[in-house]
């Protein structure tokens, strides 16, 4: 997504450790206008699937998936960290190292909101070596639930995440795919690109 | 809002220890449709001030946030729960008791996205205590931005928050407001209501 690769290179800052920083529209601000053409470019991607319902785990998911489920018109469900006293006991669970956050969450989901009825589509803002997306792969295995396919806005295409991913047959899609990056410079995959047509 | 109300006894399930799950539409599964309609409300309520920023907590708060931020055509900023390896060590910090999970978090939020030009509108999916809002508030406070309202979606009436708020002259809405529950019941406060018009 074109779009998308401009707003990283003008807003986008490199920190080390191969942290990238898009905290200024994406994951602290949120510049909404932008995340709804995220949204349209996941429909573009995903629109032709039957897909019942919107994964995603919290937090920075969470505002990309309601903005991008307007499109689609189903609910969103979002996986919690840590037990959380009012969630019923009927619960997936499964485990997930964060790799901004150097700690390994316990990450929970209602029984009641994914069935064996259920397409689902997973989204999230960043893809690195891949630990949140297979929490939430194992967590629709558990359900019985179809996954129709991972919408990632940013994938870091430097770490294995989206490679292992893929191998498994997975139809994972990436808005941007960074290849490589320095303090001074940020270098994507090239992809495959169509406008966007109501 | 009527139809919140109608919602929540539908919905709703009340839990030991005054806690309201209301998880099938607006914090764990969110059905998107109606929290635009909550949007709405929201712009309703407070479309007149000159809002440039929706201020928001993590987890439940971001989605309802987003959402409604498309009716105001703002930015969203979440403070974030505990420390990030990747923001800024220019942060504001609060602390912030959690009243379904009992325990403290720090918040933080990136001086970067609220300064003192902004007028702000703090968002949130819930009010009991009001320790959450009150720790948005002191960051407002420390950013030296003017903030215009605080719009809940459920505000739990018989607990002391929004008493404490409105009493400060906070201009505290809350969509709905539970006078009393018990297992078998629900009783809201009434309200004045005008139906939205475009």
Known sequence: MKA???????EGQVRPGHILKV?????????IEFINEIGKEFLR???DRPITKILTVEASGIGIACITAQYFKVPVVFAKKAQSLNLD???????VQSYTHNRVYDVILSK???TADDHVLVIDDFLANGCAVNGLL????EAGAT???????IEKGFQDGGRELR?????????????????????????EEEPYEI
Do not use: P, W
């Open 167 to 191: 191998a498994r047959g997975v139809d994972l899609k990436s808005l941007a795919i960074i290849k490589s990056m320095t303090d001074h410079s940020i270098e994507f995959e090239k992809q």
């Open 23 to 31: 905290d200024s529209f994406l994951n602290h601000q949120m510049d």
């Open 138 to 141: 194992d967590i629709i295995d």
């Open 89 to 95: 006991g009927s619960l997936y669970t499964t485990k």
């Open 45 to 47: 991607l995903f629109g």
């Open 4 to 10: 998308l690769e401009e707003k990283i290179l003008k």
């Open 112 to 114: 009641k909101f994914l």
């Open 147 to 153: 996954l129709e396919g991972v919408g990632i806005v």
